[in-house]
Structure formats: C-alpha cells, structure tokens
C-alpha cells in the first residue's frame, strides 16, 4: 500500500519509568501515514541489547524521558511509503537502526536510514548483527585498525558486540584474548580464541601472560577504574577503544557522570610520549553531518551483512519471543546466562 491517509493500528511496549523487567507495558495506538521522507516498517525482528537494560534504570547516556518504547534497532518489511518515496521499497525487508521505538509490530522510520537485507537471510539472523555488528565492525575497522596478525583483547568477548568483533577479527587474521565466564571458554577456543576468566583478580596478570610485548588494541565496555588495566595493556602504538561503562550499571546518580568521567582521562593519554592512543566510541557521534553519517552507517552495516549472508558472521539467537513477551525477553538477557542475542518477534496472528 502507498501513503494514504489510513492509520495502523500498532502494538508498542512502554517503558513506563524506572521498572523491573515485568514493569514494561503493553499497548497500542494508531500509527498514521507516513510523512514525506518516511515509510512504515512491519517489524519482524528486533532485540535486546545492552543499551535497552540500561535505558530501563535511567542509566542510559542520552535516553529520552519516560515514558517512551525501547528498542534500539529492528529489521522488517516496508508495507508503506510516504510522499517522495519510491513505492518500490514496499515488500522489501530493510534494517535500521532506531536506538529507541523497535519494540513494535510496525513503526514510522526514514527512508534515509534503511540498509537492505541480502536475500536468503532472515530476519532473526540480520537482527544479531544490525547494532551489534555494526559497532564491531566500526570498533575494528574504523577506531582501532588493526591489521593482519596483530593482538587484541576484547573484553566480555561472549557478549552481543564481542562475539561479532571476535568473528570479524579472526576473519581479518588477528589473534583475539577475550574474557568471558569459563562455560564459554569452550566455544571460544572452538574459534582460535585465547580465553580469559573475566572473574579471576588475576584476569590482567594472565592477559600479559599471553601477550608479554603488549597488544594492538583492547576493546572495553566496562569502563570504571579498571580501564587503566586496559590501557597498560597495550604495546607501544597499540589503541584503547573504550565503548561503554558496563562497570556502573548499578550505580547510582547521574547517567552521564561515568562516561563523561572517561573522557578526560582518555584525551590525557593520547598526549603521552609512548606512541598509545585512548578513544571513546559512540555510535551517533557523527549525527552532526547526517548525510555522511547516514552513508557511513548504511556502508558499514552492509558490509557486516554480506559477511553474514556469505557465512563468514554465524548468528547467535539466545532465545526468541513474541513482542507481548517483551518483559520476559528483557529478563532473559540481564540474567547473563545464555550467549547470543535474546531475539523479538511480532505476536503470532489470532486464527
């Protein structure tokens, strides 16, 4: 169908406030037309990642006031296109990322910030990849550039974001130390993987173990005071890419206060006489230019899903649910007990 001036009637969760998991709420309204510029995407995949666990205890960085629908990135079908948009979108399946409003059975996006989805890959498997492998990718590719036989550390490297990065690093032929609790250990030696118990008090001492002469990057989402580990880590010319502050997720008080405490102390080592570099990964950071942040983003997630449908990328679907079950996928992931991305899908039809 093309732009009219029917609605849709869409289901939504809502985060409501500051909630346990069970607290989200499930709703519905009238989508209208798409405006000029926008078409609607039936979703048919999205998921849970980090930022949503954050965004629920108000301590996601630039979170929208509540009350508002999560969900920070989804894949579907165009079943509308507004004014000035080619209709012939409408019964292709695009990606997108949102940062918030996915988690819903159809939602108002941009034609501007769609990225196709190769045929022959489906919904789920192109949503382990959309936010995850998109900041890999840029973490590996466009912060750290490590080449062919270099070092690196990924911490938490069971993770959403890790276990892409490790895929696409050892595609790249770089050797990869990750931490990870020891039932993973398994799986990532099965993928060239040194293992390290992200638990043991000795986690850093191990690391040098395996890489005495330093290594080319190091990959942390934990942020906190611990990061200075991660930057003594490195060989002279090596990279730190801090791209999170998992370290205080409990903590309370401002949601900006740990990350903007990283920043100075990140500039301040790029400033040191040992050839080092420090840098702060943000996935909207380049927002100001649209236009090339858009090509970049539509560039690099394309890349990450050839990879996939050419089998280089292996999904990794923890778990699926319907989007009324919202609350109990959102359980799922904070319990840090499975591997891979806990996966939305729209509610079956009623017969």
């Known amino acids: 169908m093309k732009n009219s001036a029917l609605t849709t009637t869409v289901t939504e969760i809502v985060l409501p406030d500051k909630v346990e998991p069970d607290g989200l709420r499930v709703t519905t309204r009238d989508l209208p037309a798409p405006a000029a510029g926008q078409v609607v995407l039936s ?60 988690w819903a059975s159809a939602l108002l996006l941009d034609a501007a910030d769609l990225v196709a989805v190769p045929d022959g890959v489906t919904p789920a498997a192109a949503e382990t990849v959309v936010v995850n492998g998109l900041t890999a990718w840029q973490l590996l590719h466009g912060k750290a550039r490590v080449r062919s036989g270099g070092t690196i550390v ?28 020891p039932r993973h250990h398994a799986a990532l030696r099965a993928q060239g993987v040194t293992p390290v118990d992200y638990r043991d008090p000795e986690m850093y001492r191990k690391i040098r173990q395996f890489a005495p002469d330093g290594v080319d990057a190091v990959f942390d989402h934990v942020g906190g005071a611990a990061i200075v580990e991660s930057w003594r880590l490195l060989r002279r010319g090596g990279t730190l890419v801090s791209y999170g502050s998992a370290a205080t997720k409990d903590v309370d008080g401002n949601a900006k206060l740990p990350v903007l405490k ?19 990964y943000n996935l909207w950071g380049g927002q100001r230019r ?18 996939l449908a050419d089998g280089v990328l292996t999904p ?36």
């Open 43 to 102: 979703m048919e995949a999205t998921g849970v990642s980090f930022a949503e666990q954050q965004m629920r205890r108000g301590k996601y960085f630039d979170q929208p006031p509540f009350p508002f629908v999560p969900g920070y990135d989804v894949v579907g079908t165009v079943i509308a296109t507004g004014p000035g948009v080619d209709a012939a979108l409408i019964g292709h399946r695009f990606a997108a990322i949102t940062k918030v409003g996915a």
């Open 154 to 181: 990924v911490l938490g490297a069971n993770g959403g974001v890790g276990s892409t990065l490790v895929q696409l690093a050892r595609h790249s032929g770089i050797t990869v130390i990750g931490t990870a609790a």
């Open 290 to 307: 649209l236009d090339t942040f858009r090509r970049r983003l539509r560039e690099d997630l394309t890349q990450v899903l050839r990879l």
């Open 316 to 351: 990794r679907i923890a778990a699926e649910f319907p989007l009324s079950e919202a609350s109990s996928a959102l359980a799922l992931a904070e319990s840090r007990t499975v591997a891979g991305k806990v996966v939305i899908v729209p509610d079956a039809p009623r017969s």
């Open 262 to 280: 990283l920043f100075p102390r990140l500039m301040l080592w790029n400033y040191l006489p040992n050839g080092k570099s420090a840098q702060f």
